[in-house]
């Protein structure tokens, strides 16, 4: 089984479970090795209330010697998952400063400071949004986002279609330059499983998608963005299947901000 990268603590006030919980799931599942990625802070603080304050990092380092401590032989990683916004960039530097971490997760939750537009609370704003600019925008701020190159893999790549607003035609116009760029710097993308319980029903990002990263060889890993303990390595089986449909023979694993790869294996 994968490794599972994108995983969250209580510290970000909006996951739940002890770490010692998280690593008996991991172990269940099989996966190659666990890491965790929560929700770095923003600054200026107060950001919003969904992560976890500048002065929660020590307990963000503690809370992972925990997980490791209860692991065993299963590798434990440290990382992030960063928000990205084009002016954080000097911030995002001292967060990788901040700590030797295995590996950032740069995720775009917000299009503007004040639009995190994946939170339910702007349901209503979407069904008066012009999707088509929504999506463009939020596209290239991807672009952008990749060219920075602070980060080692990129966070749920079309999460903008997560209350199934998409604009009409062939989706593919706004994923080519995002992945050239990508493919560019070899870089990584997730297959994040969490999509399959959110309005999308389907997981981030798409199956079209997936299948021109394969095609540039660019690098994989597959997360479940498990908020609990009962989500680890959700839906891995399934995942796996379509990465293999997409053209994906390796998924890629990360320690001190460098990359390996293994093989991924069919599962029965
Ligand atoms: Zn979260
Ligand atoms: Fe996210
Ligand atoms: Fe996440
Ligand atoms: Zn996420």
């Not at 006030?13 to 269940?28: F, K, M, N, V």
């Not at 790869?261 to 599962?267: A, F, G, N, S, T």
């Amino acid at each position: 089984m994968p490794a599972d990268y994108h995983t969250h603590t209580p510290l970000c006030h909006h996951a739940e479970g002890e770490p010692e919980s998280y690593i008996a799931a991991a172990l269940a599942a099989g996966v190659s090795e666990y890491g965790i990625s929560d929700h770095a802070p923003m600054t200026p603080e107060p950001f919003d209330d969904w992560r976890m304050n500048r002065e929660d990092l020590p307990r963000y380092i503690e809370w992972i010697d925990r997980a490791r401590a209860a692991a065993g032989d299963l590798p434990v990683r440290a990382g992030l998952e960063c928000d990205w916004l084009p002016e954080i960039k000097d911030w995002t530097e001292r967060l990788a400063a901040a700590h030797d971490w295995d590996y950032l997760i740069g995720s775009i939750h917000y299009l503007g400071k004040d639009f995190d537009f994946d939170n339910p609370k702007w349901l209503g704003r979407w069904a008066e949004t012009d999707v088509e600019e929504v999506w463009t925008q939020y596209w290239d701020e991807y672009l952008r986002m990749v060219n920075s190159g602070l980060f080692d893999i990129y966070g749920h790549a079309d999460l903008i279609k997560k209350f199934s607003y998409r604009p009409s035609g062939d989706l593919r116009r706004f994923y080519e330059p995002v992945i050239e760029a990508i493919a560019t710097q070899n870089g990584t993308i997730e297959l994040n499983t969490a999509g399959w319980h959110k309005p999308c029903a389907e997981q981030y990002p798409e199956q079209s998608f997936l299948a021109m990263a394969a095609s540039a060889n660019i690098g994989l890993v597959i997360s479940s963005d498990a908020h609990a303990p009962g989500e680890v390595a959700r839906d891995f089986d399934k995942a796996i299947a379509l990465a293999l449909e997409a053209g994906f023979e390796k998924t890629r694993l990360f320690s001190q901000r460098i990359y390996s790869e293994e093989q991924i294996c069919p599962q029965t």
